[in-house]
């Protein structure tokens, strides 16, 4: 008589059913995903699932026919998982070399499905974040967007559903729940791990001071805690267990996050507790199972694990060099790893005016790249906004931290097809909302908002690097100065005496009245009290406050370059300016990218009308 070991219980599910099934659950994650970012997603996807199936294949040496290529559907749940957790922006390579990896040297080196101690697909992304960072970092040169731990800090619709940036299937809250409730049906997963997994990230957050609803929304620990964690391999067996190891997963997930270079810490939490489930299994067997350890052996072994946790903690954090030079800046509760966004380690920090610049400088210690944060006054509160500034000091890259504008409507200002308008301007380009930037239908106030917010940004990183002459080396005169306001043109009469600016005049404008009304009255008298253009906005007249100290600088810029020399002025403006001047019989808008050579003709043409009435 031949006796073998356990398990003795069969059951009608077979393991092709359960993968069945799991692909199922995956569904609407894929199709959430190549919705939200297309067809290089879908490649991705695609490209992952299939390196993975065939790799076992052929490491198997399975029979050349469907059902031997795709055998027990595990190694196409692996590639599938796998191409989830990728960034979309990665290059085709990765995947097919993350597929390989997971299979080759995770699975069958370990035996194969049921003998792999950690699970594939993480192991592999761990590896490649490791690796390959750079390509597994979320792209700034082709996208535009914040991925969800660099967007909003609180709960949001865009986030719910998926309107942000990141992976191919973390983002939407939504196809992970109904996945996952597909699987709670088919009764393939329970709540211990998941609840117990969320459960204590929420908690762990509120103790923190952190967003919780954020925290367990964004960032992958909601998809990981439905799919990855619940990997009936890798994870606990019994119910002890399986609390233990979801409360483990969750707050090594914040631990990695806040103390160490990772911003997205699920990945490496979940691998650390995959390693500990057969101490987690041996220290909770229930006592109507089996004889159970003593009292003795799981103090021993908790000691144990707590020490392997910390242990591995410390290695996590002593990686790069023990400690990276700039650590990710916390915003809104969440990471932004400038370092990694900048392309560069070697990063200095320089605070200019309440603003902290991130920059990367060149051999003559210039400003090569540069990533700053600033904010703008939106319909319903400010809009916290990334700015990326290239080696020629254009825009890279546009992303919307955090704002409270309107659901719906208002919240399309995160898209990426308006954000990337803003790609490759800089301070000298126009900003002309509806013109140069096309504004959102609906979201007008939330548009101009982000347009003059962005073109101040410029304005303010220009002035902080590179300088601008002050009102005291200006000569006397009075100067014109032009820019664009909510309602169109607005222009402004500076008198100059004394070297300083002795009186401000608004000299036209198509604002609202009532709204503009504080800033029209109020922003003379603080421009002259400080003898500067930059001073504080009027609360609740943020757009024309902004106007105003625009046309200004334009005015008080046309004073340092016109007088004490010859002034230079744009042949291309001019042909544009001069006849439009004779057919508005007045002053017009001034031409786009020529604010001084405008201020300039409309300061003479000014001059001449008022000797001619003096005559």
């Known amino acids: 008589m031949q006796v073998r070991t356990g398990p003795f219980l069969r059951d009608t599910v ?19 995903g190549v919705l939200l970012y297309g067809r290089h997603a879908l490649m991705v996807v695609v490209l992952s699932t299939l390196s993975a199936v065939l ?22 749940v692996t590639g599938l998982l796998l191409g989830l957790i990728l960034p979309h922006t990665t290059p085709y390579w990765v995947p097919i070399f993350g597929s390989f990896f997971a299979i080759a040297l995770v699975k069958l080196a370990f035996g194969g499905l049921g003998h792999n101690i950690f699970n594939p697909a993480l192991a592999a992304r761990g590896m490649l974040l490791l690796a390959f960072t750079s390509e597994m970092i979320y792209r700034t040169d082709a996208v535009t967007g914040a991925t969800p731990l660099w967007s909003t800090g609180s709960f949001s619709w865009p986030l719910f559903w998926g309107n942000v940036g990141g992976v191919i299937g973390e983002t939407s809250v939504v196809a992970i729940l109904l996945g996952a409730a ?77 103390y160490t270079p990772f911003p997205e810490g699920v990945t490496f939490a979940i691998l650390i507790m995959n390693a500990l489930t057969p101490a987690i299994d041996s220290l909770t067997i229930p006592h109507v199972f089996g004889v159970g350890a003593s009292h003795k052996d799981r103090i021993r072994g908790f000691a144990l694990t707590v020490g392997i946790v910390m242990v591995l903690l410390g290695a996590l954090a002593v990686i790069e060099n023990n400690e990276p030079r700039v650590r990710p800046l916390i915003s809104d509760g969440h990471y932004l790893p400038m370092h990694e966004l900048l392309g560069d380690p070697d990063v ?32 319903n509160g400010p809009i916290r906004f990334l700015l990326l500034l290239n080696s020629e000091h254009r825009i890279e890259r546009v992303s919307v931290l955090k704002q409270g504008e309107s659901p719906g409507f208002g919240e399309l200002i995160t898209r990426t097809a308006f954000l990337e308008q803003f790609v490759g301007l800089d301070k000298d380009s126009s900003f002309t909302a509806g013109k140069d930037i096309q504004v959102i239908s609906g979201a007008t ?6 347009i003059s917010g962005v073109e101040r940004a410029l304005e303010r990183f220009d002035e902080a690097f590179f300088g601008v002459d002050g009102p005291g080396t ?18 402004v009469e500076v008198v100059v005496s004394g070297g300083k600016i002795t009186s401000v005049t608004i000299l036209r404008h198509s604002d609202t009245p009532g709204f503009s ?41 046309s004073t340092s ?48 009308l008022n000797i001619k009435e003096g005559q």
């Open 445 to 450: 106030v939330s548009s101009r908002a982000v």
């Open 517 to 557: 009304d504080p800033a029209i009255s109020g922003m003379p008298e603080r421009i002259v009290a400080a003898n500067s253009a930059q001073v504080d906005v009027v609360s609740g007249a943020t757009l024309t406050s902004e106007a105003i100290m625009s046309a200004v600088q334009a005015a008080l810029e």
């Open 348 to 379: 200095d920090v320089v605070e200019v005016n309440e603003t902290r610049y991130y920059v990367v400088r060149d051999e003559e210690g210039d400003p090569r790249r540069v990533a700053f944060i600033a904010e703008r006054n939106g319909f």
């Open 14 to 32: 077979t393991i092709e059913q359960v993968m069945g099934d799991v692909l199922i659950a995956l569904i609407p994650t894929v199709v959430a």
């Open 55 to 76: 790799t076992e294949a052929i490491l198997t040496r399975a029979p050349l026919t469907p059902k031997g290529i795709v055998g027990d559907g595990s190694a196409a």
């Open 474 to 491: 200006l000569n006397d005169g009075t100067f014109l100065g032009q820019a664009a306001s909510f309602g169109g043109p607005l222009e």
């Open 182 to 258: 597909y699987l709670f049906y088919k009764r393939h997963i329970n709540w211990r791990i998941p609840v117990s997994c969320l459960g204590s990230a929420f908690i762990l957050a509120l103790v923190w001071g952190l967003d919780p609803w954020h925290t367990i929304m964004a960032g992958g620990l909601m998809f990981a805690a439905f799919f990855m964690a619940t990997d009936m391999v890798t994870s606990p067996v019994t119910p002890v267990g399986e609390l233990v190891f979801g409360a483990g997963c969750g707050v090594l997930t914040l631990m990695i996050r806040q």
């Open 561 to 608: 370059v016109g007088q004490g020399h010859e002034l230079e002025l744009d042949p291309e403006a001019l042909e544009t300016l001069l006849p439009a001047i004779i057919e508005a019989q007045g002053p017009v808008e001034a031409v786009s990218g020529a604010a001084v050579t405008s201020g300039a003709v409309h300061g003479a043409f000014r001059d001449a």
